[in-house]
């Protein structure tokens, strides 16, 4: 009989807010969103709306009116469910500019920032803006790394962005092998290896790319053990959010 985990999650990376990206375009979609990540055993959300230099770039002020009224609207729904706010932010080189000119790129109030990349990019390319926003004072959470070609043609590559202070998400659909088995193996080896810091749903919808996290947590409950699921799928959040050091 399979382990059930008995923790409630946070889910880091969430497309779930409405009308601000390739998300929901409407709020009814987002409240199927909410009663499956409910269902799901989800108590916590970061809505983490798209941020691409000239494709997707809504103001903070504009951003932050619709997740007070998204979270409004919400509370009648999902009382349960908190909300916090942050943005997946799409790496080109404008965005150092734009990191120095907006405070609110970041993951709530805190210096994270979760960053995402094209799939072929570079390692070489990667590396550098990896230290080029640590030097700003920014931690970055690289967004779904099973996603990018080169990390994963050679898993040590994501040790060494670790090693260089990065924080690790990848995708829970991603961990049980919604992406293909070469994705899954690449991440229990990440896994194994304890390189992955954060899971997340990436959800965008409440069909095909909905928020479910609980098939992922049983996987990481069986095949390592309940308090690695619990740091990677609500603790090392928890801390994220507070602004906090991860644990090594
Ligand atoms: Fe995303």
């Not at 880091?12 to 807010?17: E, F, K, V």
């Not at 979609?29 to 799901?40: G, L, P, R, V």
């Not at 996603?147 to 924080?167: F, H, I, P, S, T």
């Not at 229990?188 to 919808?205: Q, Y």
Request: hydrophobic content about 35%.
């Amino acid at each position: 009989m399979r382990k059930l985990t008995t923790f409630h999650y946070v889910d880091i990376h969430s497309h779930i807010l409405y009308g601000v990206d390739d998300g929901p375009d409407n709020i009814e979609t987002s409240i199927e969103m909410m009663k499956i990540a409910y269902d799901e055993g989800i108590r916590k959300i970061v809505a983490t709306p798209h941020y691409h230099p000239g494709k997707c770039t809504m103001g903070y002020e504009q951003l932050r009116r619709n997740f007070e009224l998204f979270k409004e609207q919400m509370k009648d729904v999902c009382p349960e469910i908190e909300l916090a706010l942050g943005r997946e932010i799409y790496y080109t080189s404008d965005i150092l500019d734009d990191l120095e000119a907006q405070a609110h790129l970041t993951m709530e109030d805190s210096k994270y920032i979760l960053i995402e990349y094209h799939p072929t990019v570079e390692y070489s390319y990667l590396r550098t803006s990896i230290s080029n926003v640590m030097q700003m004072g920014y931690t970055p959470v690289i967004a779904h790394i099973e996603r990018y070609m080169c990390v994963l043609e050679d898993w040590k590559l994501a040790l060494e962005l670790k090693n260089m202070g990065a924080v690790i998400q990848v995708n829970a659909g991603s961990v049980i092998g919604d992406s293909g088995s070469k994705v899954k193996k690449f991440i229990k080896r990440l896994l194994k290896e304890e390189i992955v810091d954060v899971i997340g749903t990436d959800a965008h919808s409440n069909g095909r790319r909905s928020p479910r996290i609980q098939e992922c947590a049983k996987y990481i409950c069986r095949k390592f053990d309940e308090d690695y699921a619990k740091a990677l799928l609500r603790d090392n959040a928890e801390r994220i959010l507070k602004g906090e050091y991860l644990e090594d």
